[in-house]
């Protein structure tokens, strides 16, 4: 199975994510990298005012429970009126062994 590394941008606050992960596709190295907490769905700020990571949980989906792939390297989830937004780059970084042992 080949290597992605999936890059996800986010707006607030503007920075950047990035994780290697295995997957048959680029678009499934993306929600496999959210579901598996590589990268975070947002961040929030805790008590004290710092930004924290929050990691996906299935709440977050609304009632489709998922993130869906919308457009080319973004996911959305949550209310359709006011959808949340991840942003995304995906590279090939390695192809299986097995893919060239044809």
Same mark, same amino acid.
């Given at each position: 199975?080949p %290597? @992605?590394?999936? =890059?996800a941008? @986010?707006?607030?606050?503007?920075v950047v994510? %990035?994780? !290697? !992960?295995e997957a048959? %596709? *680029?678009? +499934?190295?993306?929600?496999? *990298?959210?579901?598996q907490?590589? =990268?975070?769905?947002?961040? +929030?700020r805790?008590?004290?005012?710092w930004? !924290?990571?929050?990691?996906?949980?299935?709440?977050?989906?609304?009632?489709?429970? #998922?993130?869906?792939?919308?457009?080319r #390297? $973004?996911?959305? #989830?949550g209310?359709?009126?006011?959808?949340?937004?991840? $942003?995304?780059e !995906?590279?090939c970084? *390695?192809? %299986?062994?097995? *893919?060239?042992?044809?």
């Amino acid at each position: 199975m080949p %290597s @992605y590394r999936v =890059i996800a941008h @986010y707006d607030h606050p503007q920075v950047v994510r %990035s994780a !290697v !992960v295995e997957a048959e %596709s *680029a678009e +499934r190295a993306m929600v496999t *990298a959210l579901l598996q907490h590589h =990268i975070p769905a947002g961040f +929030r700020r805790d008590a004290h005012g710092w930004l !924290v990571e929050e990691f996906w949980r299935p709440e977050m989906g609304g009632d489709l429970r #998922w993130p869906r792939v919308d457009r080319r #390297w $973004r996911l959305v #989830w949550g209310d359709p009126r006011h959808p949340r937004v991840l $942003r995304f780059e !995906v590279e090939c970084v *390695a192809l %299986s062994p097995e *893919a060239g042992a044809d």
